[in-house]
């Protein structure tokens, strides 16, 4: 069996450009062995939380001692730190900016190890693009990592206290449901909820969405009703049901949820038990 070590690699990069080759190029420079898996480049431009949800939903699924190689970096030249947190069963490279909060969330903070990438001995170039720190130092830093570079090696420790958290609204617990809000929205035009599966303790519930989203809530909330499948409701119809990765969507069957209720992230939704 193959020990070949993969980098994954999410950024906001799109395809229409050469930053995504340039960054593996960069890779390969340092080690082309190691093996390259994209997770996605669509990320909206400098959508934080769409970067948050769609790392911390495709982590889980890849061997121990993967490098994730996350880029979307609204700060790319300021003061926000480069960093490399080692975790139990992997590694994340890229902005402190709270891209990683999703992975995080649930981990002992005492079992991480943080380090801001100073070091650059371990970067492309001495003096980094302000604009491209994909290129100059995530993605070689990213690929030493892989190559067997030890995490205190290639910068100065930080207190994992410290890391930027991009936070969502809170899950509220009420006696009629659940109260949350939309972390992120897909390719399909699927809302996906903070509203975790587990949370969801009755069998019969509806959402509801303010879907004008206006300020007033009440008079312009809309019920979707819950179902299992996408094809639970008629064509064009609207229903929540819990998606693959555990939370509660909104979907539209053989449509998209976003366009008929415009719903943006962090907008609240509410779980309604019948």
């Known amino acids: 069996m193959s020990n070949q070590k ?9 395809l229409k450009d050469v930053y995504v080759g ?5 890779i390969a420079q340092v080690n ?3 093996k390259v898996i994209d997770l996605t480049h669509e990320i909206p431009p400098q959508n934080l939380f769409a970067a948050r ?19 979307v970096d609204p700060g790319v030249g300021s003061a926000r ?24 969330e649930n981990l002992e903070l005492q079992n991480i190890k943080v380090v801001a990438l100073t070091n650059s001995e371990y970067w492309q170039v001495e003096k980094p693009s302000r604009t491209f720190h994909g290129r100059d130092i995530f993605a070689p830093v990213a690929a030493h990592i892989s190559s ?32 949350g809000c ?61 998606g693959s990765h555990g939370f509660v969507e909104i979907a539209a069957n053989g449509g998209s949820a976003e366009e008929q209720l415009n719903l943006k992230y962090r907008d609240k939704v509410e779980v309604y038990w019948l």
Not at 6 to 14: C, E, P, V
Not at 22 to 26: I, L
Not at 151 to 173: A, D, H, M, R
């Open 182 to 242: 939309v972390q992120h929205i897909d390719h399909f035009g699927n809302i996906i909820t903070n509203i975790y599966r587990s949370y969801i303790t009755k069998k019969n519930w509806s959402l509801i969405v303010n879907s004008n989203n206006n300020n007033d809530y009440f008079s312009s909330a809309q019920t979707i009703s819950s179902g299992n499948t996408y094809a639970d409701c008629q064509l064009g119809e609207l229903i929540a049901i819990i």
């Open 148 to 179: 067997g570079v030890k995490l205190e090696n290639l910068g100065e420790k930080i207190n994992p206290e410290s890391l930027v958290k991009l936070s969502l609204n809170n899950i509220t617990f009420t006696d009629s449901g659940i109260v």
């Open 22 to 26: 340039v960054v593996k190029g960069v």
């Open 6 to 14: 993969i980098i994954t690699l999410l950024t906001d990069f799109g």
């Open 81 to 104: 730190r480069a960093i490399a947190i080692q975790l139990p069963n992997g590694f994340l490279v890229g902005p402190d900016n709270g891209i990683f909060s999703g992975v995080l």
């Open 32 to 34: 082309p062995h190691l």
């Open 53 to 71: 949800f769609c790392l911390h939903n495709a982590y889980p699924y890849f061997p121990p001692e993967t490098v994730h190689l996350a880029v």
